[in-house]
């Protein structure tokens, strides 16, 4: 059984609480809280080769450009090439989580991106840009634990 994650609009009002997605297009920003649908659990985790999704990637200076690659998802190449570049760039030997993905849109799986490295606070808090088409697109924090 697959598990499945529920979206639900909400006004920005209501939210008192950090579980939400911020989905911005034409000038305006949707909120919705998301939590796992209890009639689908989560029952195994699917494990990918992050190497295989960034092998056509090219780093220079502090940006990385993702071509596509392997069988991931959008997200699943961001999560890999954000982990590839914050550990070329500042290699700080620790494990990275991502704590807060914010996009304008949603993606085709198949499409070039740049990351770029916005700033990283010691080796704890690590924030990078996404460019689409040369433009931005959003951002990525990771904490390093």
Known sequence: ??????????DVLENTENGYVRVGGKGTNTLFTFAQDKAHPVQTRND???SSLIVCSEISDKTLTCLPTGEGSFFDRLIAANKVLI??????NVKLVAS???TR????????FQLVLAGHVGT?????RILVDQKYSGEVVFYGE
Do not use: A, H, L
């Open 124 to 128: 704890r808090i690590f924030k990078t």
């Open 87 to 92: 550990n070329t760039v500042c290699q700080p």
């Open 1 to 10: 059984m697959d598990s499945r994650v529920v979206f639900t609009p909400v």
């Open 48 to 50: 990918y080769d992050e």
């Open 100 to 102: 807060k993905i914010t």
């Open 105 to 112: 849109g949603f993606w085709q799986d198949n499409i070039n």
